[in-house]
DNA sequence: CGAATTTGACCTGCGC
DNA sequence: GCGCAGGTCAAATTCG
């Protein structure tokens, strides 16, 4: 049992969204914490619309798969608030992934640093004038998109290049926290990744900010079923920064929100805040097969499924 | 030798 | 104001 404050913990630290308008299961953190739905304050409508919701952020409209219904199993807020910014939605990498996803929409009006300045070969100038902006006015953050990936190798490969910048302990966990930067220049995509320490099998990624490149590491997507994760197009994996990775079982998108943000109907402004197909391959019909695979291989989305392998057990009785 | 990783220091935000 | 925790930087180290 996790305290109240711990409870306050997670959700401060990662505003990490799960779980669905039923609670059948918990809502689950990177650190593997509880949270009380966080959609509480959503209708239900909402809620069930979220499948619908999810698929657009994936920027796909699959009725050929009416029986991927994510949402109604994965209720996630899915407001996307960065219209100018597509999302490179990670598409599910592994062919018995089922994933709920999330979308952290953050900036109303991103704030884009590094357009403001101009290319400072100064990295002291470039610290001051980060210095200035933050002090200036409160940090703002990319839409972020978290993961939860059982795996057990912690970085998975998601077709593009990452260079790890930091690492760091994570309260209430013995699995330290990851940090890597998209190794392209000009672009300021980054990603955590940890474990859940309730579940170590479980991987953490959450992917912050927009690809402004294609996926330097693309193989070609023929062969839904010729690649290791047999149905997984790499091709769709890396348009959508999707992890790709061997031993995947299965996948968890949840959305990640600001505390303030609002809650907006999944499909208020969907035609015009996703937009995955922005900056790499457009969806292919192996994404489309990936997931039918999801749909079809997984029980994640009826009942507990899935979800009873990776959320503790005594996590599904909080409820 | 260049690129990637490691790791301690530093900065920032937030709660008390 | 202080302490804690998350996040980032950058020098040192390792790797290919």
Request: glycine residues 6%; proline residues 6%; contains cysteine.
């Amino acid at each position: 049992m996790h305290t109240f404050m711990e409870r306050k913990e997670a959700l401060k630290m990662e505003d990490y969204v799960m779980g669905n308008s039923n609670s059948s299961f918990c809502d689950y953190t990177g650190n593997g914490f509880p949270l009380q739905s966080v959609f509480d304050s959503c209708s239900e409508d909402d809620n069930n619309n979220f499948s619908l919701g999810f698929m657009e952020l994936l920027g796909v409209q699959d009725f050929t798969c009416p029986s991927f219904d994510v949402a109604q199993q994965v209720p996630v807020s899915t407001k996307m608030e960065s219209p100018e910014q597509g999302f490179n939605l990670p598409a599910t990498p592994n062919s018995s992934s089922v994933s709920s996803a999330s979308s952290e929409a953050i900036n109303d009006e991103p704030v884009k640093v590094e357009d403001d300045q101009e290319e400072e070969d100064d990295q002291q100038k470039n610290k001051k004038q980060l210095k200035v902006k933050k002090t200036n006015q409160k940090r703002q953050r990319e839409p972020r998109f978290a993961f939860m990936t059982k795996s057990e190798v912690d970085h998975l490969e998601d077709g593009y290049r990452w260079r790890k910048y930091g690492q760091k302990a994570v309260k209430n966990s013995p699995f330290p926290r990851s940090y890597y930067r998209c190794t392209s220049t000009s672009c300021n995509v980054k990603k955590r990744v940890e474990r859940s320490f309730t579940d170590p099998s479980i991987v953490v990624t959450t992917y912050e900010g927009q690809h402004t490149h294609p996926s330097p590491l693309m193989p070609r997507p023929n062969l839904v079923g010729s690649t290791i994760n047999s149905g997984i197009s790499a091709g769709a994996a890396a348009a959508f920064s999707v992890p790709m990775q061997r031993n995947t079982q299965s996948h968890y998108y949840y959305q990640q929100q600001q505390q303030q943000q609002q809650h907006q109907h999944p499909f208020a402004n969907s035609s015009s805040s996703l937009n995955f197909g922005h900056n790499g391959p457009s969806i292919d019909s192996s994404f489309l097969h990936e997931r039918r695979l999801c749909t079809s291989g997984q029980s994640l989305l009826k009942d507990h499924g899935l979800l009873q392998d990776i959320i503790p057990s005594h996590m599904l009785k909080e409820e």
